[in-house]
């Protein structure tokens, strides 16, 4: 029989609780580890204030930055420091300006007694539930060598934890100064990185239980940090009815075979200009009939745009926004994490129950990864496989380069993703271009494997019969097929 979960404190940051399975065990350090300005202190005032909160005494023992730019910067982000009790052991000016100062720079037996002793009457008189200490490797300074400071953290934070306190201590990891030898006397290890396709966080340590392994999104905020877990597809299951949802147009039903499942990924491909998106957004303009809700992510067009030309061929997005049955977000992909996006799509579904989700375009999304480009599929993957367990539709959106020739279904390589694949192709028909419609892929059915014509116009789409009578459609010069030549193919009588 398995022994029950320990209790768990909040941190104060929602999606750093989700990555910790709940938070952080009490009466436990954990160190928390970044380069200067990726947000630790932060961190720290977070812990602090959700204890306040909650009716816990909270300690922050300041060993680094002035006390009142301390408080001031934590007040900027919403921080209520009055109810955080401090215990400020930074440097002065005096210890520049004495006129001993260069020759105290080596640490003395009395400067680390008068500093135990102010720390050791501090916490006996406020009794802190949960304790920030920032940074701890100040007090590296104060002792002759690395075993006398490691000595020293020992004992200091067993002195916490035998008063019950939670703790939270930060480090600063340089070359000149590792603390990779602080982790031994930590039960956990949680490191904030600062790399140029964005702000990470993980927990390479965590006593008492699994927490969620990998990279995870961060962003400080004026509100200080927000955290987003990278996806868990696998700890998401919704209930959700199966059946199909239609177009709303008879001939690409046929061509789908009734339209697309529910809890299905599809790719909508095609070159630029050809339709794309007006027929993505043609199931959710159907759907709105049903009194369903959809939410449109757009990577590469703005807001403004979108709702333009959707006005122009009948689709009446300002009505389904107004009535609450779709709601369209412009993205700015450079500014955005997959995680980050991820936790956003998770919010329309889970809290908001959208049935679909459109992703216009994948080039777009791609863009969040920020030059991690082997992580592609797996982002997408994660993404397709969360909607498909919650029983959302997804319709991604793929633009390809060609605008006639050589045929590919779509750009980024994640055909295999989808459970249907449908296509829009430019045609030159003797001088004058138009457009075709086929479904290359469908995995729960069977489906109509003829191309169609399929035109945009101010009343709506409107596909027409099978274009027998052509080949070549898919190099985008199709021919005209002579009866003998149909009848020899088998294609006609």
Do not use: C
Not at 164 to 193: K, R, W, Y
């Amino acid at each position: 029989m398995s022994s029950p979960l320990p209790e768990r404190l909040s941190t104060g940051v929602v999606g750093l609780d989700e990555i910790l399975a709940g938070g952080l065990v009490p009466e436990r350090s954990y160190m928390i580890s970044g380069r200067a300005g990726s947000g630790k202190t932060i961190l720290g005032f977070h812990f602090l204030t959700e204890g306040v909160e909650r009716g816990e005494t909270a300690l922050f023992i300041n060993l680094e930055e002035d006390l009142d730019d301390l408080k001031a910067n934590a007040e900027s982000l919403g921080f209520d420091t009055e109810a955080i009790e401090f215990l400020d052991l930074s440097p002065s000016a005096d210890v520049f300006t004495e006129e001993q100062s260069y020759e105290v720079f080596a640490p003395s037996e009395v400067e680390r007694e008068t500093l135990t002793e102010r720390i050791v009457e501090s916490v006996t008189t406020v009794d802190p539930d949960r304790v920030v200490v920032d940074p701890l490797t100040q007090l590296r300074f104060l002792t002759d060598d690395d075993y006398q400071f490691r000595k020293q953290v020992v004992g200091f934070m067993r002195f916490l934890k035998d008063r019950n306190a939670t703790v939270l201590f930060t480090v600063q990891n340089t070359s000149s100064m590792p603390t990779d030898d602080l982790e031994f006397i930590t039960d956990g290890t949680i490191v904030l990185g600062t790399e140029a396709h964005g702000k990470s966080i993980r927990v390479p340590k965590f006593r008492g239980s699994s927490t969620q392994s990998g990279d995870h999104a961060y962003r400080i905020t004026d509100g200080g940090i927000e955290v987003y877990p990278a996806l868990q597809p696998g700890e998401h299951v919704g209930e959700y009815d199966p059946g199909t949802i239609s177009s709303g147009i008879p001939e690409v039903d046929e061509l789908l075979a009734g339209g697309l499942e529910r809890g299905t990924v599809s790719i909508v491909s095609g070159p630029t200009g050809v339709g794309k998106t007006t027929l993505s957004t043609q199931f959710m303009k159907e759907a709105a009939r049903r009194g369903e809700r959809s939410v449109i992510y757009l990577f590469e067009e703005t807001r403004g745009t979108f709702l333009t030309r959707s006005r122009a061929v009948d689709i009446p997005v300002d009505r389904m926004i107004e009535r609450g049955t779709l709601q369209v977000n412009e993205v700015e992909a450079l500014e955005r994490s997959p995680q980050e996006f991820a936790r956003m799509v998770r919010e329309e579904v889970e809290e908001r129950d959208a049935d679909i989700v459109m992703v216009d375009g994948i080039a777009g999304y791609r863009l969040t990864l920020r030059g991690e480009e082997d992580t592609m599929l797996q982002q997408m993957h994660a993404l397709g496989r969360y909607l498909k367990n919650m029983g959302a539709t997804a319709i991604l959106v793929d633009e390809t380069r060609n605008v006639t020739g050589e045929f590919r279904a779509t750009m980024e390589n994640i055909s295999y993703l989808a459970d249907n694949i449908v296509f829009l192709r430019h045609l030159e028909i003797q001088g004058e271009m138009r457009k075709a419609i086929g479904v290359l892929k469908k995995r729960t059915s069977d489906f109509e494997r003829t191309i169609r014509e399929f035109r945009i116009t101010e009343h709506g789409i409107e596909v027409g019969e099978p274009m027998s009578n052509m080949r070549g459609l898919l190099s985008g010069t199709p021919e005209m097929v002579r009866n003998h030549e149909r009848r020899e193919d088998g294609t006609g009588e």
